[in-house]
């Protein structure tokens, strides 16, 4: 029996596939930090002998690197993830909007989000003190129930709430962000920091982004809400200009709005704010 063979042997005898070890090996390492075997091994749920097979064949790869006995993420990992194309597009969109609204204030952090899978995830931020409570960087999973995703779900079916919140709650929230077009999350127990979220558009109207200001100080949100609000329609404009100028079919068709369409979303146009509550 070759390695490959003891691997996926091993893999799969407690119902996961090589591929799925592989992946959960290479989630455990996404948070940046270096990794012993035994911590990557358990935070995989894979056996320290599975994890040794796997990890040196990634390692072979370029996947994944190893020094010291200690394990990150490799340069081939890297790349494929920066091909994402919708990544890609938006971070290119962004770039010199994100840089003029930061510099409009000495502090905070900003960031571009995006739903996939269920999860909200960090294509671009830029996060100055902010990152000392919590990283925004290209990659990084958003907590359940952030500004972010209540700008990105405002307009989608889910069958479930976000953990931590009611049927109930999470309507109210969604409804709230569709009606007034920014989302606010200022529940600092958890993360450290308050935020305000707009939504950032693709040519067909979708909504695909989610363009978030982040901060220690609550007067700080008011502050920049409306900064947000429009720097979200300039990527939106950007968008479509990056889109055009590779002469390409957008990665984002256009949907059905929801709810019906005698209860259109009204987020970029009204410039009301939202309640400035856990449901806002």
Not at 181 to 196: H, I, P, Q, S
């Amino acid at each position: 029996m070759n390695s490959v063979q003891a691997t996926t042997k091993s893999a799969t005898a407690g119902g996961r596939s090589v591929l799925e070890g592989a992946f959960a090996l290479l989630e455990a390492l996404a948070a940046g930090d270096d990794r012993g075997l035994t911590d990557v091994a358990a935070a995989a749920g894979l056996p320290k002998a599975t994890a040794h097979r796997l990890l040196d064949q990634l390692v072979a790869l370029g996947a994944v690197q190893r020094q010291d006995g200690r394990y990150t993420l490799g340069p081939r990992t890297f790349r494929l993830g920066q091909a994402w194309r919708p990544a890609r597009l938006l971070r290119a969109a962004a770039a010199r909007p994100l840089g003029t609204l930061a510099a409009t204030t000495e502090r905070g952090g900003f960031s571009l989000a995006v739903a996939e899978a269920g999860q909200t995830i960090l294509v671009t931020g830029i996060g100055r003190e902010v990152n000392e409570a919590f990283p925004l960087r290209p990659g990084v999973l958003l907590p359940p129930g952030t500004a972010a995703e209540k700008i990105l779900r405002a307009t989608t079916r889910v069958a479930e709430p976000p953990q931590g919140w009611s049927p109930r709650e999470w309507s109210k929230a969604t409804r709230t962000a569709r009606e007034h077009g920014l989302a606010y999350d200022l529940d600092m127990r958890y993360v450290g920091v308050a935020c305000v979220a707009a939504p950032v558009h693709a040519p067909s109207g979708t909504i695909v982004a989610a363009l978030a200001a982040s901060t220690f100080d609550l007067r700080q949100v008011d502050t920049v809400s409306e900064a947000v609000r429009r720097t979200a329609a300039v990527i939106s404009a950007e968008l479509a200009r990056v889109i055009r100028a590779e002469r390409a079919a957008s990665p984002w068709p256009g949907h059905e709005p929801w709810p019906s369409a005698d209860q259109p979303p009204s987020a970029a146009n009204d410039s009301s704010h939202a309640s400035h509550s856990r449901t806002a």
